[in-house]
């Protein structure tokens, strides 16, 4: 199996539509499974995020179904799939949009160290407050929404906080949608509300270092959380609640990042 790259195209579109003339080929029969993750990748020499986006990609056509820990199931030829809006051929993959957002939003933190006023940190408290009510739901992903756009705000840039903004909007879009829909549950947000704090905590000590490191740490434990293999025995936690998400040894966990930034508080 080979890939044709076409520079012009976002790789994760060409990966899918390599698996969808293969499925409509025969290559791959209704009911059949598609290779795990690991083999497409090794066979396309591609990475394995572009892999996994281009899966919930067929997913969300009504293509495929990924059932983790059993494997990707073929439903039927592309003439049969659910017809998804022209509009959406040119949206993200979920992993494009988090490795943006982890070139951007570290600098902006930084500033924010620099910059945030005890107005600022407050409404950062509140904002953490509410989440950690919410329990996790919709709710929670505006309330994330505010947090990472209340620091833009501090720089007192309109413009940045509106692109923070649009950028985080991009979570709305069915295909990150779904891959979160298997990987996040009342673990995965804890953990991040851990790692919010560690963010508010460098802020607030006026530490633009240390603001800079949360942030990053916080948006690649993000791309660890939607990483868990699809062939790794789980159960989806959009039907349990229970998936355990695996993080990298060489992260630092919120703790460690913590004893980095000062003791000093707004």
């Known amino acids: 199996m080979s890939l044709k790259v076409d ?4 790789l994760y579109r060409q990966i899918a539509k390599h698996l969808r003339d293969l ?16 083999e497409l990748a090794d066979r396309l020499q591609v990475s394995r995020t572009s892999v996994r986006e281009a899966l919930i990609a067929l997913e969300v056509e009504g293509l495929v179904r990924i059932n983790v820990g059993s494997g990707i199931y073929v439903l039927g030829p592309s003439a049969l799939r659910l017809a998804i809006p ?25 500033e924010a160290a620099i910059l945030a006023d005890p107005e600022h940190v407050g409404t950062l408290d509140q904002i ?18 505010e947090f990472h756009v209340a620091i833009a705000a501090s720089l007192s840039n309109g413009t940045l906080a509106r692109f923070i903004g649009q950028l985080f909007d991009q979570r709305m879009n069915p295909y990150f949608r779904r891959l979160a829909s298997y990987f996040e549950d009342g673990s995965t947000w804890s953990q991040a509300l851990a790692e919010h704090r560690v963010i508010r905590d ?3 000590a006026g530490d633009p270092e240390a603001a800079r490191q949360a942030m990053r740490q916080h948006l690649r434990l993000s791309q660890e959380r ?13 039907r349990s609640g ?7 040894s060489r992260a630092e966990s919120p703790r460690e990042l913590q004893t980095k930034t000062s003791r000093r508080k707004i």
């Open 86 to 110: 022209s509009g959406d051929a040119s949206i993200e993959g979920p992993f494009e949009i988090l490795h943006a957002r982890e070139i951007l939003e570290p600098p902006v933190a930084a």
């Open 242 to 248: 229970r998936v355990t998400p695996v993080l990298s």
């Open 7 to 10: 520079e012009s195209r976002r």
């Open 23 to 38: 499925i409509d080929s025969g290559e791959y029969p209704i009911g059949g499974r598609l290779p795990s993750e690991r």
């Open 202 to 204: 460098a802020i607030a």
């Open 128 to 145: 953490l407050a509410q989440m950690e009510q919410s329990g996790g739901s919709d709710k929670w992903i505006s309330l994330d929404r």
């Open 226 to 238: 939607f990483s868990r293999s699809f062939d790794e025995t789980a159960v989806p936690a959009h």
